[in-house]
């Protein structure tokens, strides 16, 4: 399964609602879909898992939406510390399948 | 609290292997499998491989069969990830993380494949 962020990148103001979109050019069993947030020198962080169910801890401005090959990130209000890149992933143990998208970048505009 | 701590950065030369460790405290270590993702300088996340940590069982990246092999010691609650072979595409940070959607991610380990 291979997975499509696009676009790259995002310029945004704080304040703003970004929307990222993942594509997967297979169906996703089960919504075995993640997101995952990461800033430069940092591990990634879990944000979403099961496509929409939030991360211990993660605030209730992020959402996650979709099914089958379509799935979105949601950003309600950009706050500072949410500009960063984020991944979204296909997971699945049964087999074991894990495949990343390239990211996309959420920049300061 | 659940943590995954790796060993430190490593620089090897070309055609050597390295062997990463990632101890993990503050649960059961055979609950949940392990993954080994890594990040080239500047670059995405790639999925390397996942092992069992219950039964050992193991499934790796296409591109890396025959150059990686993950381990884990349930005495001592530690996964390893060893890449024979290096290239200086490896460079890269290492990470290791838990379960299916990856809730917990080691801190990472730099290694550097450099003649």
């Known amino acids: 399964i291979v997975l499509t962020q696009s676009p790259g990148t995002l310029s945004l103001s704080p304040g703003e609602r970004a929307t990222l979109p993942c594509r997967a050019s297979?169906?996703?069993?089960?919504?075995?879909l993640a997101w995952y947030q990461q800033k430069p020198g940092q591990a990634p962080r879990l944000l979403m898992y099961?496509?929409?169910s939030r991360a211990t801890g993660i605030p209730d401005r992020f959402s996650g939406s979709g099914s089958g090959t379509d799935f979105t990130l949601t950003i309600s209000r950009l706050e500072p510390e949410d500009f960063a890149v984020y991944y979204c992933?296909?997971?699945?143990?049964?087999?074991?399948?894990?495949?990343f998208g390239q990211g996309t970048k959420v920049e300061i505009k | 609290q659940v943590q995954l701590v790796q060993s430190g950065a490593e620089v090897k030369k070309p055609g050597a292997s390295v062997k990463v460790s990632c101890k993990a405290s503050?649960?059961?270590?055979?609950?949940?499998?392990i993954t080994w993702v890594r990040q080239a300088p500047g670059q995405g996340l790639e999925w390397m491989g996942w092992?069992?940590?219950?039964?050992?069982?193991?499934k790796y990246a296409q591109k890396l069969q025959g150059r990686v092999t993950m381990t884990t010691d349930t005495s001592t609650s530690t996964a390893y990830m060893e890449l024979r072979s290096l290239r200086s595409d490896d460079t890269a940070v290492y990470y290791c993380?838990?379960?299916?959607?990856?809730?917990?991610w080691g801190q990472g380990t730099l290694v550097t494949v450099s003649s």
């Open positions: 993380a838990r379960r299916d959607y990856h809730d917990y």
């Open positions: 503050g649960y059961t270590f055979s609950t949940y499998a």
């Open positions: 092992i069992s940590t219950y039964d050992g069982n193991t």
């Open positions: 297979q169906s996703v069993s089960s919504s075995y």
């Open positions: 099961g496509a929409s």
């Open positions: 992933q296909q997971y699945d143990s049964s087999p074991p399948l894990y495949t």
